[in-house]
């Protein structure tokens, strides 16, 4: 098959876009498609998310509009009042079984929007209407393991030191810290790492960086200044579990310098129930996707006595090495 | 499980000597040819009749061969670029049909032996770039800048074929048969350009889909666990709970036989009750 992004389709609008001629010198041998708008494309039905993840095409696109989306019931807002995503890219490099956008998007080929002058005319519009934002930037992909071809964290991460009003979750399981090292750090940022048992990274996690990896990118972070919050999120019920996780915790104790971190997030699987059932018509190959979830208001996710296990298993061994303080629960 | 489609008989012959295929007798309007699994197909000319051919003969299949099907259209098309020649081959990443203006992309999944990719528009008469006797539809140079190749089938092949089989499974590839001169090509002239890209195009062709792989829960496990607990009669939401869960125990488990409830209990349970709790029981020793 295909590498990824041997072709890429380009919408007409923003084929002669300097961010677009940017991002076509990182491919000089692909394959150029011109389209009219990226959803003649992108939304076509009957496409095969998995066939398509082993050969992802490149989308360049320009966002016309929805340059905010109210942050989901799903997600912490910890304690902001204006809890906002947007959406620069669409889809991830990543294959991590549980993943939400093998559900919700009709296609695993990558958009990428073009037009960040856009967004940050809109969000400045938000801050000077509302005050305040709390923006998670790195929702629907993550951003920092783009950064080579699409550096939007290094942009905004700029954009935001011009806004002090502006907050900053960049949430991602990349190791490609190097990219923005040179940055100053922002205290209205907050990077996210997406911490799992490397069993789970293995196995579920496809494509991802290593444990160690990311632990010692964070670490790096921290002691260059940068806030840190890390995710044990989602939490999976997989065979020896309690085991695992309890072993990460040890893990990070060990080698996370707790003063350098803004909270340490624990949330058990969750997923919108139209999603999942997206996904398990077309992915037959994860046990984890066939458990007996509890389904309530359109969600799924472990059951009440499943979730409190997990945080009776889980937090204790957290609270050994961390403030409780800095201990919060993604999701009840 | 491939199929192959042609909108004439003198791009199709060349493959159907190769391949020994016979004509399928069917009550159908379109010509089938068939040797073992592989499938030839000649529609006639115009972007109508290919839809039509697509959809005659997707209605002989069961959705699951189907799903498994290469589906390919090839053929020859006009040139709008001066410097590609005779008998170069493309894939096509791109259609737009003239009339409509709608885009099609069948989205290029696999790699191939001929590596030149190019859009295709699709016209509804025969197009020329000179006056001749024949009826062509001519335009200029203007006209036609954006168009690449020329051909009178692709967008309804692509159309129909996607209603019907699985997107990735769809290809188009064209051979190029002159320069938009207004001259219709010669049956013979048409064979020996088919035939010069026919041998490595034939093994692409028959070469298996990588992502078509056998499930053996679905085509085995599945259907032998049915057979032994259909007669409880279980609804629809519970036979696909049960499945669910099955196919849990078999992903998690994958060295370990599923465990089986006491089966000889089945033809004794009566209730409805009975039969949820019988079902319930046997989940939980499925999800540990």
Not at chain 1, 65 to 72: A, D, K, M, T, V
Not at chain 1, 101 to 117: I, Y
Not at chain 1, 263 to 274: I, K, P, T, Y
Not at chain 2, 123 to 144: G, I
Request: proline fraction near 6%.
């Amino acid at each position: 098959m295909f590498k990824s992004f041997s072709h890429i389709y380009i919408e007409e609008a923003v084929a002669d876009h300097f961010r677009t001629k940017e991002i076509l010198s990182k491919f000089p041998n692909a394959i150029k498609i011109p389209i009219r708008h990226y959803k003649d494309s992108f939304n076509r039905n009957s496409q095969n998310f998995r066939i398509q993840k082993q050969s992802p095409k490149l989308v360049l696109a320009e966002k016309k509009e929805h340059f905010l989306y109210p942050g989901s019931d799903f997600s912490p807002n910890f304690s902001h009042k204006h809890f906002y995503y947007n959406t620069l890219a669409l889809n991830c490099i990543y294959d991590c079984e549980y993943c939400y956008l093998q559900g919700m998007f009709p296609s695993a080929n990558l958009v990428l929007f073009v037009n960040w002058e856009d967004f940050f005319t809109e969000t400045k519009k938000f801050l000077e209407n509302n005050g305040s934002l709390y923006l998670a930037l790195s929702y629907d992909t993550d951003l920092l393991a783009l950064e080579s071809f699409f550096p939007a964290t290094k942009n905004w991460i700029q954009f935001a030191s011009t806004e002090p009003n502006l907050t900053l979750e960049i949430r991602t399981k990349s190791t490609n810290f190097q990219s923005i090292a040179h940055l100053t750090p922002n205290p209205n940022i907050i990077l996210a790492w997406t911490i799992s048992p490397q069993i789970v990274i293995d196995t579920i996690e496809h494509g991802t960086p290593s444990l160690q990896a990311r632990i010692k990118t964070m670490q790096k972070t921290i002691e260059v200044g940068w806030k840190v919050r890390v995710c044990i999120d989602p939490v999976l019920r997989i065979p020896d579990w309690k085991f695992h996780y309890q072993s990460l915790a040890e893990t990070l104790g060990k080698e996370l310098n707790p003063n350098g971190i803004t909270e340490l997030s624990v949330g058990g699987f969750r997923m919108n129930l139209d999603f999942l059932k997206q996904i398990t018509d077309k992915r037959k190959d994860s046990s984890i996707l066939f458990h007996p979830f509890e389904k309530k208001d359109k969600i799924v996710s472990y059951s009440k006595e499943e979730t409190e296990e997990i945080l009776h298993a889980i937090v204790p061994s957290l609270e050994k090495h961390f403030d409780p303080s800095q201990i919060n629960l993604s999701y009840p | 499980m491939p199929s192959l489609f042609f909108a004439v008989l003198s791009e199709a012959k060349p493959w159907i000597q190769k391949t020994n295929a016979k004509p399928v007798h069917h009550s159908g309007k379109f010509r089938i040819y068939k040797k073992d699994s592989m499938y030839i197909i000649i529609s006639g000319i115009g972007k109508i009749a290919m839809a039509l051919a697509v959809s005659e003969f997707a209605h002989l299949l069961p959705k699951e061969e189907r799903d498994e099907m290469k589906v390919w259209n090839l053929g020859i098309v006009g040139s709008n670029q001066p410097n590609w020649k005779v008998g170069d081959f493309f894939w096509i990443h791109k259609i737009t049909d003239f009339v409509t203006g709608k885009d099609y992309y069948p989205e290029r999944m696999t790699s191939s032996v001929f590596p030149m990719e190019t859009n295709l528009t699709t016209f509804d008469r025969p197009v020329s770039k000179t006056k001749t006797e024949n009826q062509f539809q001519v335009f200029n140079e203007t006209d036609l800048q954006s168009v690449s190749l020329v051909d009178m089938e692709g967008s309804g092949f692509f159309e129909a074929a996607s209603l019907y089989f699985p997107l990735e499974n769809i290809s188009i590839g064209k051979v190029i048969s002159d320069h938009l001169e207004g001259n219709f090509c010669k049956p013979e002239t048409v064979e020996s350009i088919v035939t010069n890209v026919m041998e490595p195009l034939f093994f692409e062709w028959t070469t298996p889909l990588p992502w078509v792989t056998e499930d053996p829960f679905e085509t085995k496990i599945w259907p032998d666990i049915w057979k032994e607990v259909k007669e409880l009669r279980l609804t629809e939401t519970m036979k696909h709970d049960l499945k669910k869960s099955l196919r849990f125990y078999f992903l998690r488990y994958p060295n370990t036989k599923i465990p089986m409830p006491n089966l000889e209990l089945v033809p004794k349970i009566k209730s409805k009750s009975e039969v949820k709790t019988f079902v319930e029981e046997w989940k939980k020793q499925l999800h540990v």
